[in-house]
């Protein structure tokens, strides 16, 4: 054979008849039946008939996917506001072309939902055209998915897009108990269409009976905490933007943070999701939200949902059907999730003579478990008071400096102390005296803040939470002067004085020693900063520490705390705080001057000296701006100081001393009325503004703005020879307005003219008349 002609590989040798024979009898050989029917009709194998778990409803058309990425890439331009809108002529929608090319996409997708919401690329965007349905298109989408939800919820993609509709559908319900029904197209005509409220009570019905299994699922269970935070939205405690994030798991958000913006496309719908901020649970939805909470009590057994609480997939959703329960008011009862969690403490706090219960070794785990300790803390926050007396003395008290220290343990223990009474909270200190200083050392100060923090709250063992502190950094009585720098910095005294000492002598070269600044200001700890702010909140004798702290630095250590934006936190608090006297206040503000031309000159700086020109009175605010009149070249040349100097206003200081005193008390005036005044009073104000003002309210506020003014030497010039064109004009108009008003007297027959008024007439009669060229073309000498 010719060597073009070989293949390559392995040779083998063709097997002769009698080695096949037995091969084949191997395999049952099954016979056709003949079916009635045309001859071009063949049967389908049965490996085609297979269910196929990542396309359950089919795959999508080539064409159809191709189309949907261009309906991906035009939704991305007008979300990321890349195409700008054409401002020629105004009667044009600027939302018509979007509309009409998202008509035609949803044309499109009829009938394909299913496929499409399934296919890895195509699911997100129908993801991010839900953002810009209307209620109506939301409903039709919803209800072409009815009966398949089940599956739906399941699949890898498919999970995502019902999470998202979940997610955006709040908005319409929260319309529709408004009464705002988005009504059917003229162009719909197959059947009645079910209200969204309705749709998701029939989304519910259908997974309710795979309940138990879906909350185990690590698809499902995203979409059904979407559906209970749907169903009850005063169990999520976080803000929407948190909620989302924590609805999905850490890998899908994060994924989805890098899809873009996802918002709606039409302008008319921006502040759409702004309206509606606060939610009620509707009478239809508490009860399927009952439901719910019976579902799983009924179906698990107690092991089962205590198994859950350590499952990383059931335990968020676990959590939140906690939250939902004791929303419902249905923890407090024997059986309950809550009470299947914590091991019977909920049904011995419903006996009257019980007093203390049994530890038991599985509540024990959760307390340093990372996975059910987040469920340990929501049971923290929502158990009864008696429940959580009865946790807190079995399983809290005499174990405090173990869990305070542990990594996973402070967090409950901080989160326990956040409802700590006045004998547990007390007791909490005295137990945690000996590990204040190794929270310092491992950089775990929840537990210390929370302490501080609920001393605040009860104004109860103030002296305690400053003596902890004093205790954490290792510092006596008399060394209050190093408390602000080791809390910032976070290091215990010993080893804040030695890191200072290593610090470059005045022999070393400036660019060493700005590397060494640099690198203090940024060690600023936000825990550290975050104690100092709590310190400062307690009672006047107790919070001295930290000022007497604040005014031992130097300005120079002072201006390198107000440029960091970590530990400039706490001077907002310290100006902020009611608790610090007026006195320290004001010394506060004072130990700057002759310093605001540096401090200004930053861009965290510049937000701490307006706060403090802001706080300070009349007369401060004179001895501030006259000590920066030397440096008003070095202001006005500033990148951030020139908008600390606009609020000066040194020229008029310099030439109206008196002006400026009266502008700068009715600034902080109006400052303080604005602050005080609520959102009634603008409403009110706005009824009663004159009928001018509402066809043209720009008319009264540059009136208003004109009037705030201050007027400099170049404006009265202005406004002088304005004047004196006027009153030329007015000199010329005078003598011709005798006939004038001779004639309007005549007319109307008046006899009866005053003397006085009749003698200003016969004066204005009597002056000469002016030749208008002469007046215009005089010269002057």
Known sequence: MPRENRKRGKKHKSKTNDETIPYASSEPQVELEPQVGPSWIVTASGEDSEFNPEAPFGYVDADVKAYFRTVDLQIREWQEGQQEHLDGDANVDPNAEKHMFFVAALSEMREKEKQLATDPDCSMILERMAYSMDDFVRRVFLDSLSGSFETLVKHRFASHVCQTLFSVAAETVARETMGIVAPASEAA?????????????????????????????????????????LLCPSSNHTSDETSQGAMRSKKSAHWKSRQGPLMSVFNDKKGKSKEVTSRQMLPEFRTMSQRFVEAIRNELGDNEVRALAADKVASPCLLMLLNVEAELEMADEHGSLMDRVTVGAVSASLDQDTKSIDPSDYLGTLFRDPTSSHLLETVLSRASAKSFALIWNTYLQGKLPRLAIHPVGNFVVAKALERADVNQLATAYEELQDVWEKMITTSRTGVLRAAVDRSVALRTSEQGATEAAFSALNLASDEDKYLVPCMLSLKRLSVFISSKSAQPSSSSTHENKAKIDNE???QSSIQGSLLLQSLLKLSSPHNQPVIDSLEALDSSELIKIAHNATSSRVLDVLLDSETVPIKVK??????????????????????????????ADTYLKEKIARSLIPQEQTLAGSYYGKFFSRNLNLYLLKRRPDEWKTFQSNKKAETQSSSTTNANDARNDS?????????????????RKRETLVKDEIDELFDSSRNNKKSKSHKVAAVDSSAIIKGAKEASGDTLMDKGLKDVFDAIRAAPKTDHNKVKGRVKH
Not at 589 to 606: A, C, K, M
């Open 586 to 615: 004001r010394s506060f503000v004072q130990s700057f001057i002759g310093n605001y031309h540096l401090l200004v000159d930053d861009r965290i700086g510049s937000r701490v000296g307006d706060r403090c020109f802001a706080f």
């Open 189 to 229: 005509s197959e059947g009645h269409l079910r209200t969204a409220v309705d749709l998701i009570l029939d989304i519910c019905k259908e997974l309710l009976p795979s309940l138990g299994s879906l909350i185990m699922d690590p698809f499902a269970s995203h979409v059904i905490r979407a559906l209970l935070g």
């Open 520 to 522: 203090a200001s940024s």
């Open 687 to 703: 009824k009663n503004t004159p009928s001018a003002e509402l066809t043209d309210p720009s008319v009264s506020r540059k009136k």
